[in-house]
């Protein structure tokens, strides 16, 4: 193990580094206790410049509640949820097809169509965005959630081939061909063979789409415009200018939309790290 | 009594499908995500690169105007050649995220009592979104309200406002950026780390290697994997920087936050009018930019896809 372990060296230092981790973790977390502190606290602190010192008052009901009750605020949240859920599904459900045909099956061009898809995920959105833009007009979906889902489903394969068709690389092929000489037919070997083999990719892929389309911010602005169909990544700038400079309301507004994805990690804290690690351990 | 011949039963012809099913499989498989893949990224691509030879403001006709964009752009558009050295200053500055996500790596790479919380809270702020991460910098930066002009004040230094300073506020943004790229950076290393053969460290360390000469001959070769993707990640994240710059200063204070991807969507969806030509432009000149990278990491990959074989 690398560095020496801690039970190994000297006294202490074991009693400096149980002290630096605590120090070290608000150092790091600094920007955020702030915007925490500022949720909490009343306009009037901010009015008699009690920035930073303690809260004359607990305001956090207060703040939360216009929040989810004074603004737009939950009508983005379930836009993001509308959005997200069926990207999700979708991209997740492409990719399982893609990944097994590029990763059980040789033909020519296999490579070629592997690496347009990962050509494709790296490419700046901006070379994208005025034909996509154009074509969402044109099919009469600019500005609703659709258009946004049908985009992202189509962006997220890129990446989701990637991992999949690299996660079922690494199943034992032996199953494969023991079912084909069977005389199984692929499409139930997909079903019955694979699919269940894949249960850790999926869940893992389904919260890293989760967090990514519901930060997405960029096409949120490019496709959408108002409350009806934008997200809550783009509804915050607006939500920040019906509370200008109220500072207390705009930092409880941003931890609200925070929550979702940080929720969906702790929870599934397992699967979004070996999502996100996948090849960095040969 | 007719004996029966033992010729084989006439076998029940297969269908032209059950004949060449694992010859057509991996491509019905493929078919719809390639079709949905090619309409809403591929085809996109070329289609730019066709718009930024016009004039275009979104809605009427195209007028084609052949390389007058590239000519305005390349001929001494201030606005661009900001944007272009921003992205490289991004481009530089970014990549600090990997020996930054090393060091924590290093430094939580412990078997103590909850240091599992502590690689959790360490990891967090990447799975908030950027907008949040872009507003919480601002207000962290903010001259009267903010914690960190309140801190330099503890100790006795003056107030900077750094978003409000065309010389600073485009490392005040990086400085977000490179917030949550560093909680991924690290995370990669903690699963590298882990992965490190135990008794090749054993072994330098009866050779009497130890400390930075270890961490350099031992550990960083075996830790390839991780960093190649950090490199990956942390080059495609700085060249997509768009939503700090929108959120912490809308390309000010006097333009000087602008990148090319911010520039790009300025001028094609400004409010004097969609000049969609310009923008696709811009988007080409910032695609061949990145271009570089994805033949190099492509080049990477597909030297490993063969090793593999």
Known sequence: MFPTPIEKTSRTWQLTYQAILPFAMIVWLLPLIAVAMFSIKSSADFASGNYWGMPSTFEGFVNYGKVFFESDMPRYMLNSVLITVPTMIGAVALSCMTGFALGIYKFKGNLLIFFMFIAGNFVPFQILMVPVRDLTVNMGLYDTKLGLVLFHIAFQTGFCTLFMRNFIRALPFELIEAARVEGIAEWRIFWFIVLPLMKPALAALAVLIFTFIWNDYFWAVVLTQGPDAQPVTAGITSFNSQFVAQYHLMSAGSIVAAIPPVAMFFLMQKHFIAGLTLGAVK | ?309
């Open chain 2, 1 to 309: 009594m007719t004996v029966m011949a033992d010729t084989p039963k006439p076998v029940k012809p297969r269908g032209w499908y059950k004949r060449n099913e694992i010859a057509i499989t991996p491509f019905l498989f493929l078919l719809p995500a390639v079709i949905f893949f090619s309409v809403y990224v591929i085809i996109p691509i070329f289609q730019s690169f066709w718009i930024s030879f016009h004039e275009w403001d979104g809605l009427g006709e195209k007028t084609w105007v052949g390389t007058a964009n590239y000519e305005r752009l390349l001929g001494g558009d201030r606005k661009f050649e900001v944007s272009f050295w921003n992205n490289l200053r991004w481009l530089f500055l970014y990549l600090l995220a990997i020996p930054l996500g090393l060091s924590i790596a290093l430094l939580l790479n412990q078997k103590v009592r909850g240091i599992r919380l502590y690689k959790s809270m360490f990891f967090f702020p990447f799975v908030l979104s950027q907008v949040v991460v872009g507003l919480v910098f601002s207000w962290f930066y903010l001259p009267r309200e903010g914690l960190l002009n309140a801190i330099l004040q503890f100790f006795g230094m003056g107030t900077v406002n750094i978003l409000g300073d065309p010389s600073l506020a485009t490392y005040g943004i990086i400085a977000a950026g490179l917030w949550p790229q560093t909680a991924y950076c690290m995370i990669l290393y903690l699963t590298g780390l882990n992965a490190v053969d135990p008794e090749q460290v054993e072994a330098a360390r009866l050779d009497g290697a130890k400390g930075l000469r270890m961490l350099w001959h031992v550990i960083l070769p075996q830790l390839k994997p991780a960093t190649f993707i950090a490199f990956v990640v942390t080059i495609i994240g700085a060249l997509r920087s768009f939503d700090f710059i929108a959120v912490m200063t809308n390309g000010g204070p006097f333009g000087s936050t602008r990148v090319l991807s911010f520039y790009m969507f300025e001028e094609s969806l400004s409010e004097f009018g969609f000049r969609m030509g310009y923008g696709a432009a811009i988007a080409v000149v910032l695609f061949f930019l990145m271009l570089i990278f994805i033949a190099y990491f492509l080049w990477s990959m597909y030297r490993d896809e063969k090793g593999a074989r």
